[in-house]
Nanobody
Framework: QVQLVESGGGLVQPGGSLRLSCAAS????????MGWYRQAPGKQRELVAH???????NYADSVKGRFFISRSNGKNTVYLQMNSLKPEDTADYYC??????????WGQGTQVTVSS
């Protein structure tokens, strides 16, 4: 089992920045990829960014050039640096991990609100 705990959400003005963190515990050696998803009210959950153990990344078109995903050296923490935030980035953000057995794990979510 893998447990994920997110932190770093909050209220920020348009154009501002936030950094989300996700700490993994448990069978972290089994983690293959980690990522961030978000779900806005009334919308489906969508992929924001994704990073592999080899540090390959991919991003949703809507966040390219503004958001950056990274992992700690120990690979047990993943970060999402969010810059130039827009009101449409408002959502609950969820950390995800997939292990080598294709099991999916989710954090409890952290709320990000972009508003003046």
């Amino acid at each position: 089992q893998v447990q994920l705990v997110e932190s770093g959400g909050g209220l920020v003005q348009p154009g501002g920045s936030l950094r989300l963190s996700c700490a993994a515990s448990g069978r972290i050696f089994s983690i293959n990829t980690m990522g961030w998803y978000r779900q806005a009210p009334g919308k489906q959950r969508e992929l924001v960014a994704h990073i592999t153990n080899g540090d390959s990344t991919n991003y949703a078109d809507s966040v390219k050039g503004r958001f950056f995903i990274s992992r700690s050296n120990g690979k047990n923490t993943v970060y999402l640096q969010m810059n130039s935030l827009k009101p449409e980035d408002t959502a609950d953000y969820y950390c995800s991990a997939t292990d080598y057995y294709t099991n999916n794990y989710w954090g409890q979510g952290t709320q990000v609100t972009v508003s003046s």
